[in-house]
């Protein structure tokens, strides 16, 4: 490599894009925001994310000149979603580096390795850790039995059921997931359900984060056959906001999980 490449390569990196908002809100909590030029569009954690960043992508679309104009020395992305970018990136001559946490121990784990990418395990551990004793503290609280089975919907049309952080946190919270079966199911449209089967399945809360889109509470209590189901019934359904849920990071784990406790038990 030239002295210029080697110039080009900083450890740990001074310039970082950020495609998704946990590692946005990973790197802030860590102290490092001030590596972060560019992030998703979906960062709203913490809120002056949204005046101090310059924005660069959507979910699975990008600003590809944009980000080579900030001339990053790495770039945050998660899961196949994101392949396309991440090739154009690539392409480009550019670092990337792809997360794939789907579950409670692939964020921890991924809040580690960030850590160690800038140089701050020490204080990524630690913040690891304080959410593992966070999430023994609420697993451990006392509940009234039996559990309440509770039916999470990531999406209304088709209809498909919650991504493994999310069946493990509501049994964190003291519930039980109606569909447990499918929590390993990284791909969305494995986890599609039918009515019908949400209907035998009769769930005591239905808790619903439509990806981006306001829930509609109507249009569940509307569907055929659903006004027995119990959460129906006694009116138990809850919308929980998409960004302290269905992003795979620090929010799902402290608000996202108070959420779940609150329509709960709340």
């Known amino acids: ?3 210029y490449g080697l110039a080009m390569r900083h450890f740990p990196p001074r310039r970082i894009v950020c495609l998704t908002e946990e590692t946005v809100e990973t790197l802030y909590l860590l102290g ?3 590596r972060i ?3 998703s569009g979906y960062a709203v954690r913490p809120p002056q994310v949204r005046r101090e960043k310059p924005r660069v ?3 699975v679309s990008a600003d590809i000149p944009k980000i080579l104009a900030l001339e990053p020395d790495l770039v945050l ?3 196949d979603l994101q392949a396309g970018i991440v090739a154009d990136l690539v392409r480009a001559g550019i670092d990337v580096h792809v997360f794939n946490q789907r579950d ?3 964020i921890l784990t991924m809040i580690r390795t960030l850590g160690a990418l800038v140089d701050a395990a020490g204080r990524a551990e630690d913040l690891a850790k304080s959410f593992e004793r966070r999430l023994v503290a609420i697993a451990a609280t006392p509940r009234p039995s039996p559990r309440p089975k509770v039916y999470f919907e990531e999406w209304d049309d088709p209809l498909i059921s919650g991504i493994g952080w999310v069946s493990e946190l509501i049994e964190i919270a003291g519930g039980a997931d109606a569909f447990p079966e499918l929590r390993h199911r990284q791909a969305a449209k494995e986890r599609i359900v039918s009515a019908e089967a949400v209907r035998e399945a009769a769930p005591d809360v239905i808790l619903a984060s439509w990806c981006g889109k306001k829930v509609v509470p109507a249009r569940i209590r509307q569907r055929e056959g659903w006004s027995k ?3 129906v019934r006694d009116d138990r359904i809850v919308e929980i906001k998409s960004p302290i849920i269905l992003q795979p990071g620090p929010a799902a784990l402290t608000e996202g999980l108070d959420a779940i ?3 709960l038990w709340g």
Do not use: L, R
Request: net charge negative; charged share 10%; proline share 4%.
């Open 1 to 3: 490599m030239s002295a």
């Open 32 to 34: 490092e925001q001030d």
């Open 37 to 39: 030029v560019g992030v």
């Open 57 to 59: 992508s959507a979910f």
């Open 77 to 79: 992305a998660f899961s």
């Open 104 to 106: 409670i121990a692939g």
């Open 229 to 231: 189901i119990p959460a």
């Open 261 to 263: 406790v609150s329509a």
